[in-house]
């Protein structure tokens, strides 16, 4: 089945600890993303990979890195999480930069307190 | 400016009904997709209807159709027959398929809440 999927789905941490959250996607897709999503503010993109060892940021970087050692992972790294990272984030992933196709993975609801 | 304006935060639509939800988008591309994704309380991202800018017919999925008027910038999704399930949050979002970096990332609106009354 083709599917992105996101480690974990919940986590709860404290500032500064440094987190991880994993996104794997089975489809061979170049173009990879990752959303936070905030209440009032919809989705907005953080980071991007248009294909292996090609990462950018988008329109919020701050705080968050990325990686794209393998075309199927994208993991989303947080060096020393703050409060306001408190968020609902969504990996993505798509065949190119073009077309209809935009796979979301399930979502992985982050607390930092 | 924003790209993607859902002006309805909310909506209220009794069940069996149709219902429109609005959504203006802002663009000087001539290549884009417009896209609309319904959020249950559950949180995922569900695909519902794509446009292309150079799709000459309005897109239809099963009971979803989007109204594309292409000149006044307007991507509005129809539900018709609408049902208790339906009861979500509703994002637009538009990609622009040629920008300077290449990078094509979905841009969404704020979402509206649909609330479907038995």
């Known amino acids: 089945e083709a599917q992105v999927t996101q480690n974990p789905r919940y986590l709860i941490t404290v500032t500064g600890k440094k987190l991880t959250v994993t996104c794997s996607q089975n489809m061979n897709h170049e173009y990879m993303s990752w959303y936070r999503q905030d209440p009032g503010l919809g989705l907005r993109q953080i980071y991007y990979s248009m294909n292996v060892e090609v990462t950018d940021k988008g329109d919020v970087p701050e705080g968050y890195k990325v990686s794209r050692k393998e075309k199927r992972n994208f993991p989303l790294i947080l060096e020393s999480p703050s409060p306001n990272q408190t968020s609902l984030y969504f990996c993505?992933?798509?065949?190119?930069?073009?077309?209809?196709?935009?796979?979301f993975g399930p979502g992985t609801r982050l607390t930092v307190t | 400016a924003q790209k993607i304006t859902q002006t309805q935060p909310g909506m209220f639509v009794q069940e069996k009904e149709a219902v429109t939800l609005d959504c203006t988008y802002d663009?000087?591309?001539?290549?884009?997709?417009l896209f609309w994704y319904k959020q249950p309380s559950s949180g995922e991202m569900i695909f519902l209807i794509y446009q292309g800018s150079y799709d000459e017919q309005n897109a239809t999925e099963g009971r979803y159709s989007l109204n594309f008027q292409k000149a006044r910038k307007s991507a509005n999704l129809v539900i018709s027959a609408s049902q208790l399930g339906d009861s979500a949050m509703y994002f637009c979002a538009m990609r622009e398929y040629y920008t300077q970096s290449g990078n094509t990332p979905l841009v969404f609106g704020k979402g509206t809440r649909l609330s479907v009354i038995a």
């Open positions: 993505a992933s798509s065949p190119g930069t073009s077309g209809n196709e935009q796979y």
């Open positions: 663009t000087s591309d001539q290549s884009y997709g």
